[in-house]
């Protein structure tokens, strides 16, 4: 058990290195944000599972606290309204459940940040084509090369594994990143 737990330490450790190549794609995002935030724009967050949970994460970083003390920012997880969740997969099927919260929540200059390991999941994606009709920015995180998300962001993060726990364990890691430039970016803390 020993030499499993050190191996996946030492994938883990090699994964979050390699986001080294990655400054500056992390440094955009973080301006974007930082930018619109600071413009009276908004940030919703979708994901399905693990990329669920990731993006209440963040949101709650966001709109509550990450270091300090500050005002609230204006962060909406697309994951938690079981209501809204349901009814729209009940009525316009899955795929849609987060269009629609796009359609009716996002508003042009607000921005839309995508979480998928696989970068594959049709209800993401299609929340960021209807996010980019609508004349907001879209960011994804996403890993196995980034699939059809990657094309659909202005902005991409792509961890280089196929290993689905190692690529959410750098999207954690990116979204604390996020959320501290976002506090540093607005002076914030």
């Known amino acids: ?94 795929n849609a459940v987060f269009a629609r919260q796009v359609e009716g929540l996002g508003r042009t200059g607000d921005v839309l940040l995508s979480i998928s390991t696989s970068g594959n999941s049709e209800s993401v994606n299609e929340a960021s084509r209807t996010a980019a009709a609508l004349g907001m920015h879209t960011m994804a995180l996403t890993g196995k090369g980034g699939g059809a998300l990657k094309s659909l962001a202005d902005l991409a993060l792509v961890v280089p594994s196929e290993v689905t726990a190692h690529i959410q364990e750098c999207h954690i890691v990116m979204g604390h990143l996020l959320c501290d430039g976002i506090e540093q970016g607005l002076a914030l803390v």
């Open 1 to 94: 058990m020993s030499q499993r737990i050190q191996n996946y330490l030492s994938q883990h450790t090699a994964v979050i290195e390699a986001l080294s190549a990655e400054i500056e794609t992390i440094a955009a995002m973080i301006e974007l944000c930082t930018r619109r935030l600071g413009e009276g724009n908004k940030i919703l967050i979708c994901g399905n599972g693990g990329s669920a949970a990731d993006a209440q994460h963040i949101a709650a970083e966001l709109i509550g606290r990450f270091v300090g003390d500050r005002r609230a920012l204006p962060a909406i997880a697309l994951t938690t309204d079981s209501s809204a969740l349901t009814a729209i997969a009940n009525d316009y099927g899955y």
